[in-house]
């Protein structure tokens, strides 16, 4: 999973397989994430988000869990296909720092390739 | 074709000039923001813009300047100051400042030599 430090994690699966990537957080006070993928050059696309109030959030294909006991957040993608390979990013919003709003701060990434 | 524009993709200077990057977004959002990427790393915030005519520092703004003359656009600057300016610019916007989605443009790559 995402932690700070230089090297960033990967994580290789078979087309057809699920695929779980990890990320844990900093701030219990966070309320809100999200997962993006980014693509090599260009800019993050949203995946899914969810609120501190939940523990669970389905999309198409995707899944995320959120465990605030141990400040984890995952994201599951089913069947994953050749062109889900990117870097996926989770972002925790955090509140204080002056602001009431808060603002996003983002892992750094995990690279999932998807082979045929 | 509703979305976040930035130009021009890529973008080469010479060291000691400043340069300035381009963002505009027609979604009608509020806040925007500008990100660093450096390679293998997230997303670093510089500026972020609540609203129009108002703009607040980031985790790394030393060496940038912004101005939010319009709801449209939120232009940034890459000053002479900026120790390290060769990075992957990203700019968002969300439909308020906080825990709402952002939306991103496609970046802009500026290599300073």
């Known amino acids: 999973g995402e932690s700070v430090g230089l090297h960033l994690p990967t994580l290789s699966v078979q087309e057809g397989d699920n695929s779980i990537i990890n990320c844990a957080y900093s701030?219990?006070?966070?309320?809100?994430f999200i997962w993006y993928k980014q693509e090599s050059g260009k800019g993050p696309q949203f995946i899914i988000d969810?609120?501190?109030?939940?523990d669970k959030r389905q999309g198409q294909r995707v899944t995320v869990l959120l465990n605030k006991t141990v400040k984890h957040l995952s994201l599951q993608i089913a069947a994953t296909q050749p062109g889900d390979s990117a870097v996926y990013f989770c972002?925790?919003?955090?509140?204080?720092?002056?602001?009431?709003?808060?603002?996003?701060?983002f892992g750094q990434g995990t690279i999932l390739t998807v082979h045929p | 074709d509703g979305g976040i524009t930035q130009s021009p993709k890529y973008l080469f200077r010479k060291e000691g000039q400043n340069v300035t990057l381009s963002c505009e977004q027609n979604?009608?959002?509020?806040?925007m923001y500008w990100y660093r990427q450096d390679p293998g790393q997230g997303l670093r915030l510089i500026y972020y813009s609540q609203i129009v005519n108002d703009f607040q520092k980031g985790d790394i703004a030393e060496g940038y300047s912004v101005s939010r003359e319009k709801k449209e656009s939120f232009p940034l600057t890459v000053t002479s100051a900026q120790k390290n300016p060769t990075a992957f610019y990203l700019c968002?916007?969300?439909?308020?400042?906080?825990?709402?989605?952002?939306?991103f443009g496609p970046g802009t790559r500026l290599t300073v030599t």
């Open positions: 972002a925790e919003n955090v509140r204080g720092g002056g602001t009431s709003y808060g603002k996003l701060t």
């Open positions: 968002a916007s969300s439909i308020a400042a906080g825990d709402y989605e952002q939306y």
């Open positions: 701030n219990s006070a966070s309320d809100y």
């Open positions: 969810i609120r501190s109030n939940m």
């Open positions: 979604l009608n959002h509020d806040a």
